[in-house]
């Protein structure tokens, strides 16, 4: 196969057989071997190669264990509160303090609260001493030649403990495994250099060295290898002789310029290219002189996946540890999943608490949406050959984050406004215990998400078309049995979105019907969307008309980067999305952004902290200087 063949030859192997077929290709047993000795206060979380014994008891005297006087036990026998005893000083007992050395003759402690001094030489006690009373014998903590630790354990804080008493300066460990990883891409560049159009910042080989390093491993991380057959084959080789497992980051899958898979075939074996999982399907399994070197797709997500299922129970197993089976609970799914018959699918997801039912809400589900992982709180994994689940559905999720966390977690699902970012952190901020996790998903979607009970408070900016009024006839529509509030929240600017300077000379609603001009809009049932068409209606223009009406984004900063990158001419929405993004704004009017909540969740904790945090001149402060926002009525309630 020449250098720059397309690779087409991607198999579809179910997940755990790929596992287990590649896993048996190369001997971790080999590694087992590379020991070191290190130093004990630096062996915190190393795992041990041979049991640690004891070179010395602890303690490695008689200590005494209380405050108090050292004596004889036998001559204070007899003494009680009617007949106490007098003793003198250094001839019936010495003061002693905890720890010190109990010497001959003196056999137990007398604890300081129990002695009444008659004078400088005398002291009087009302109770007898049995003999090594109050007294820590030679080896009561651990005893010379008493093993401290088994081999194979993983050395934690208390164990450092006991290894310095047992007087253990070193111990031996195996050696970490050490990573090499690869990132390749003429388009990828470091954080540290300027942005330019058709370059992306490097953040993979970042991501795994911090997954490496968290797992047990050691990261080596090598400049960026641009696309060129000879570049990446020459990095693989010199890797390959400096790590003991090696990670190719972007160029496994099928493309013009994904080389990796041929080169890996010329100078070892490909054991499997293609596993049946979604993310992940393009992963290269190969080993390169007995070592597992991996071929990982570019996609963020993708490549956190591919980095679980294969290099962190590499990892595990080179450490001889066990690989802990992630935390799992129950949970409703808040919106039907559909999934492919053809992949095992990985899910993210945003969980929360809401009443006595744990929700789930899926998240982006591209293998690009880096976000996705980092506001996932747990993975729901849909089996192959599965279609998916409908609403409603209990499911078991794996957690990303602890059970606590989620317990005190207000679930928000709704409209999207970069307030709400703002308020989950700085309630976040003032309250470390309590968290804000936003789903957006629309006003519309929030309210069919608080009529089923989802979530705890739902962002919505619904206009009535008849009365020009926000929201109140929505709640009324929707929820018409149920006793809501609407919490006051902003006023926000809403408007066009046109590049900085106007180049196009857009003036306002009747350009949208311009053949020379492309839209980008909402999603359906967001209020954006409903203030679009209910403007469209009053300027007599039809949706199809419009250029780019069918092309929707999810929140407002989406519209407004897709304007700043020149893919949209213009787009409706807030006006601080605009400023973010730098662009110029018309304004169409000014809106009503509320909280819906139920009534009975207003004397909840989170909710009156909520409240007390939106009326917080702090907040205001920050919301205020975003630009295109009025915060006065913030916090007022309207009962519906």
């Known amino acids: 196969m020449g250098k720059d063949t397309r690779n087409i030859y991607l198999t579809n192997i179910p997940l755990q057989e790929a596992q287990n077929q590649y896993f048996s290709s190369f001997d971790i047993e080999e590694f087992f071997r590379k020991t070191e000795k290190v130093k004990v206060i630096d062996a915190l979380d190393r795992i041990t190669s041979a049991p640690v014994f004891a070179e010395k008891s602890s303690p490695s005297y008689n200590a005494a264990a209380m405050d108090g006087i050292a004596v004889i036990a036998e001559?204070?026998?007899?003494?009680?509160?009617?007949?106490?005893?007098?003793?003198?000083?250094?001839?019936?007992?010495?003061?002693?303090?905890?720890?010190?050395?109990?010497?001959?003759?003196?056999?137990?402690?007398?604890?300081?609260?129990?002695?009444?001094?008659i004078d400088d030489e005398k002291v009087e006690i009302y109770r007898g001493a049995k003999p090594w009373q109050h007294v820590r014998p030679i080896?009561?903590?651990?005893v010379e030649g008493e093993m401290i630790i088994s081999t194979n354990h993983k050395i934690r804080p208390?164990?450092?403990?006991?290894?310095?008493?047992?007087?253990?300066?070193?111990?031996?460990?195996?050696q970490q495994p050490k990573v090499g990883i690869i990132p390749t891409g003429s388009e990828i560049i470091e954080v540290s250099?300027?942005?330019?159009?058709?370059?992306?910042?490097?953040?993979?080989?970042?991501?795994?060295?911090?997954?490496?390093?968290?797992?047990?491993?050691?990261?080596?991380?090598?400049?960026?290898?641009?696309?060129?057959y000879n570049l990446i084959r020459e990095a693989i080789c010199k890797a390959v002789e400096e790590n003991d497992v090696i990670i190719i980051n972007a160029?496994?899958?099928?493309?013009?310029?994904d080389y990796t898979v041929n080169i890996l075939r010329e100078i070892g074996d490909v054991v499997i290219h293609g596993v049946a999982t979604k993310p992940g399907k393009p992963v290269i399994l190969a080993t390169v002189k007995g070592k597992p070197v991996i071929g990982i797709p570019g996609y963020?997500?993708?490549?956190?996946?591919?980095?679980?299922?294969?290099?962190?129970?590499?990892?595990?197993?080179?450490?001889?540890?066990?690989?802990?089976?992630?935390?799992?609970?129950?949970?409703?799914?808040?919106?039907?999943?559909?999934?492919?018959?053809?992949?095992?699918?990985?899910?993210?997801?945003?969980?929360?608490?809401?009443?006595?039912?744990?929700?789930?809400?899926?998240l982006e589900r591209g293998a690009g949406v880096t976000m996705s992982?980092?506001?996932?709180?747990?993975?729901?994994?849909?089996?192959?050959?599965?279609?998916?689940?409908?609403?409603?559905?209990?499911?078991?999720?794996?957690l990303l984050k602890s059970s606590e966390e989620i317990q005190n977690t207000i679930v928000s699902i709704g409209s999207h406004d970069i307030v709400m970012d703002i308020i989950g952190n700085q309630v976040h901020k003032e309250n470390p215990q309590l968290f804000l996790a936003s789903a957006h998903v629309g006003s519309m979607g929030g309210i069919m998400a608080m009529k089923k009970k989802e979530c705890h408070i739902a962002p919505i900016h619904l206009m009535d078309e008849v009365t020009g009024e926000y929201n109140v006839s929505y709640v009324k529509r929707y929820l018409k049995d149920e006793k809501m509030t609407l919490i006051k929240f902003a006023k926000r600017s809403q408007g066009f979105m046109i590049a900085k300077g106007n180049p196009k000379n857009i003036e306002g609603i009747q350009d949208l019907i311009r053949d020379d001009l492309q839209f980008v809009n909402r999603q359906r049932g967001a209020g954006t969307r409903i203030l679009l068409d209910y403007s469209l209606k009053g300027a007599g223009i039809e949706a199809s008309q419009v250029n780019g009406y069918d092309r929707e984004m999810t929140t407002h900063m989406a519209v407004a980067a897709a304007v700043a990158s020149g893919t949209a001419d213009w787009g409706l929405g807030v006006y601080s999305a605009a400023k973010s993004m730098g662009l110029d704004f018309i304004q169409i009017g000014w809106e009503d952004y509320d909280l819906l909540i139920r009534q009975e969740d207003l004397i909840k904790e989170e909710?009156?902290?909520?409240?007390?945090?939106?009326?917080?001149?702090?907040?205001?402060?920050?919301?205020?200087?975003?630009?295109?926002?009025?915060?006065?009525?913030?916090?007022?309630?309207?009962?519906?």
């Open 75 to 117: 001559k204070t026998y007899g003494a009680t509160e009617s007949n106490p005893i007098q003793l003198k000083l250094d001839k019936d007992y010495i003061f002693i303090n905890t720890g010190g050395c109990i010497k001959e003759p003196y056999d137990a402690v007398i604890m300081i609260e129990d002695v009444v001094e």
């Open 139 to 142: 080896g009561e903590d651990i």
């Open 158 to 174: 208390m164990d450092i403990g006991g290894l310095l008493a047992g007087k253990i300066q070193e111990v031996e460990v195996y």
């Open 193 to 228: 250099q300027p942005l330019e159009v058709g370059k992306i910042v490097e953040s993979n080989s970042r991501m795994f060295a911090g997954m490496i390093q968290h797992y047990g491993g050691l990261p080596n991380r090598y400049p960026i290898v641009k696309d060129d």
């Open 251 to 257: 160029g496994s899958s099928a493309g013009s310029k």
């Open 300 to 362: 963020p997500v993708s490549a956190y996946f591919v980095f679980e299922f294969f290099l962190k129970p590499l990892i595990f197993q080179y450490n001889r540890q066990v690989l802990p089976e992630g935390q799992k609970i129950k949970a409703h799914l808040t919106r039907r999943v559909v999934s492919s018959l053809k992949h095992e699918e990985y899910i993210r997801l945003k969980l929360g608490k809401v009443g006595e039912k744990m929700t789930a809400t899926p």
């Open 373 to 398: 992982l980092v506001k996932a709180d747990g993975i729901l994994v849909i089996p192959q050959q599965s279609e998916g689940y409908e609403a409603g559905k209990e499911i078991e999720v794996t």
């Open 607 to 640: 909710i009156i902290k909520l409240i007390e945090t939106m009326k917080s001149n702090s907040f205001i402060k920050l919301v205020e200087g975003l630009g295109g926002y009025d915060m006065k009525n913030v916090g007022e309630v309207l009962f519906i």
